[in-house]
């Protein structure tokens, strides 16, 4: 992953995030070599004429584009907004809860699948782990599957953050958040706590696998 990009997409939201992105960053390309342009011109133009007072075919245009401009924006900015907000039907519940400074999850839809999730001491890392990203207890998932994450915290504000996923919710105290996405390929995904919580703030990792139904329900039969 490039320092200046996005992180690879997981979800259709995320994909949909990106290509907005690239939509919009293209247009303000657009604009901002339109400007420069006429910038230079008006630096390097020695015409000039002290009778004008008034241009209003020039008025007219400046006005609408940019006005244009941001429809093309806004539009699919909106229909985002709302695809984000949806909450379809969930096929697993997961509460998560932001403690001073680790994760605990919990099932809900099953019976006493609960754990905590603390980030690997760098000592204790093996060859193929993630510093200061691997956890001791990795949340599982079934990947194609919808889930709503209710989110709250324990103590004082968290925030639950994945970015290959789009989902940056914030663990309030005394408040329960939902939301919701759709992993669609298996894997790894990390995450951090992106609220300045405390000391540890940066040693509270978040590590979501994901793995096919078929094992999850072998997953879920061993922790029962």
Known sequence: MNLFTLQDATSPLMEQLMMFHDHTMMILLMITVLVGYL???LIYNKLNY???LEGQMIEVIWTILPAVTLIFIAFPSLHLLYLLDEINNPLISIKTIGHQWYWS?????????E???Y???TNDLKMNSFRLLDVDNRMI???NSQIRLLVTAADVLHSWTIPSLSVKIDATPGRLN????LINRTGLLFGQCSEICGANHSFMPISIE???????????NNMN
């Open 50 to 52: 002290r009778f004008l």
């Open 210 to 220: 994901s793995i096919s139904p078929k094992f999850f329900i072998k997953w879920i």
């Open 39 to 41: 910038m230079m011109m």
């Open 141 to 143: 998932i079934p990947y």
């Open 119 to 121: 980030m690997i001491n």
């Open 178 to 181: 939902q939301t919701s996405f």
């Open 105 to 113: 999850y919990e099932y809900t839809d099953f019976k006493n699948i």
């Open 115 to 117: 754990f905590d999730s």
